[in-house]
């Protein structure tokens, strides 16, 4: 059951930030364990049993991820991650393919949100002509975000612009990615047991969010060139 993240999980997640090498890493291994991969994924096993229970039918599935770098990665920066994070989603080969709900926590402090990124040019394409042909839809959704203040809208732009759109929806319309979030210096509620309960209430306000994404699925296939 999870219990909260406590101070020697952000001490560790700074150590290995600022001694990224295997020596380090083999020396305060435990430490690892203890206070940041298990508590992890014991956060992960319980969102997701509610998520799935709350939610049968999305056919969610949890990934958390564990320390050690892609060895591709490696030159870019060290052999371990410095923050780690959970993910669920639908199963795919390709887990950044689709939109997902997520918590990840680093040396700052954490984030949860709902995330549709590391998507290809074509899935974006898709997601543009649905706004275009039916924009009332996404201009729900974005003043339901306007009219609150915990999460927020980010994710990298394109340098040119992609078309025109309201007024509302500009801030959406040129995204490569969406990602919906909020985050929060370390705090008592990351030590509690209660942050299952905030993420919950924040996946279960983002849950349109994500079915609008992954409604991009049923979008007919982009066969003309993409701008």
Not at 49 to 77: C, S
Not at 162 to 182: A, H, Y
Request: proline residues 6%; neutral net charge.
């Amino acid at each position: 059951m999870f219990q909260g993240f406590s101070e020697d999980t952000i001490n560790f997640l700074w150590g290995i930030r600022l001694n990224n090498h295997r020596d380090w890493f083999l020396e305060h291994k435990q430490e690892y364990l203890d206070h940041l991969y298990h508590p992890l994924k014991e956060l992960g096993e319980e969102l997701m049993a509610a998520m799935d229970e709350k939610y049968p039918k999305e056919g969610l599935q949890l990934k958390v991820t564990r320390i050690y770098r892609d060895v591709r990665r490696v030159k870019y920066g060290g052999l371990y991650k410095d923050h780690l994070w959970l993910v669920i989603r639908q199963p795919s080969e390709e887990w950044t393919a689709r939109p997902a709900f997520y918590f990840e926590i680093s040396p700052e402090g954490y984030e949860y949100g709902m995330g549709y990124y590391c998507t290809k040019p074509v899935q974006m394409e898709q997601y543009r002509r649905r706004i275009r042909r039916e924009p009332e839809v996404l201009e729900k959704l974005a003043r339901k975000l306007n009219r609150q203040s915990t999460f927020h809208l980010e994710g990298d732009e394109y340098k040119r612009s992609k078309g025109e759109c309201s007024e509302l929806l500009k801030p959406w319309f040129n995204r490569k990615g969406i990602d919906i979030c909020t985050f929060h210096a370390p705090d008592e509620r990351m030590t509690s047991p209660a942050l299952v309960e905030d993420v919950l209430a924040g996946f279960d306000w983002l849950m349109p969010y994500y079915r609008y994404f992954k409604a991009l699925e049923l979008e007919p296939p982009v066969t003309d060139p993409i701008r």
